[in-house]
Each structure stands twice: as C-alpha cells, then as structure tokens.
C-alpha cells in the first residue's frame, strides 16, 4: 500500500524516540500489505479498530495511537495523527475532517 506521509513518523519518533522501531516496522509492514478490509487489517495488528472512517493503531502497548485513513480500493493509507496516549484521551483528533 502507498502511504502518505511518512514525514509525520518520522516527526514523531524524532520526539519520542522510543515509538522509532515500531513505527518502522509498522510502516514497513503497511508498505508491503495489500490490505482489503479492517479484517485483514487486524489479522497483523489484532488491536486495530475503526473509528468514524479512520483506523487506529496502538503502538507500543498502549503507550501511543497512529491514526490513519485506509482507502482501500486506492490502496493508499493517509497518516492522520500519532499521538501520544494523552493527546489521544483529550478527543481533539475526532474534529479531523477525514473523521
């Protein structure tokens, strides 16, 4: 799948060192996927779940969430937000238009 942007990994990991592994193994499990469905989806990653027309990830225990958009008939996935738990618990995300 073609993922748009990797940058916003990046940034992230840049501040929170410890999500750096994770988030590349994510990404490059992502890459390689030929995802057609939340179900095949969550045969990788169990925890995923759909919210509104967003996918969440845990990464790392629960210690951080990666929010993207899956279109799955383009095979593309948008990196929406990564945030941290407490950001995550605040709700801001949900005012994403992609939401």
Same mark, same amino acid.
Do not use: C
């Given at each position: 799948?073609?993922?748009?942007?990797?940058? /916003? @990994?990046?940034? =992230?990991?840049? +501040?929170?060192?410890?999500?750096?592994?994770?988030? &590349?193994?994510? $990404?490059? #499990?992502?890459?390689?996927?030929?995802?057609?469905?939340?179900?095949?989806?969550?045969?990788?990653?169990?925890?995923?779940?759909?919210?509104? /027309? @967003?996918?969440? =990830?845990?990464? +790392?225990?629960?210690?951080?969430?990666?929010?993207? &958009?899956?279109? $799955?008939? #383009?095979?593309?996935?948008?990196?929406?937000?990564?945030?941290?738990?407490?950001?995550?618990?605040?709700?801001?995300?949900?005012?994403?238009?992609?939401?």
């Amino acid at each position: 799948m073609r993922i748009i942007t990797r940058a /916003r @990994l990046r940034q =992230f990991w840049e +501040k929170h060192a410890d999500a750096e592994d994770v988030l &590349r193994l994510w $990404y490059q #499990r992502a890459n390689q996927a030929s995802w057609q469905n939340i179900l095949e989806v969550q045969r990788v990653y169990p925890a995923a779940e759909i919210a509104g /027309r @967003l996918t969440i =990830f845990d990464i +790392k225990g629960h210690s951080y969430r990666l929010i993207v &958009r899956i279109e $799955y008939e #383009r095979r593309e996935i948008y990196i929406r937000h990564v945030l941290t738990h407490e950001e995550y618990s605040k709700n801001h995300w949900k005012k994403d238009d992609w939401y």
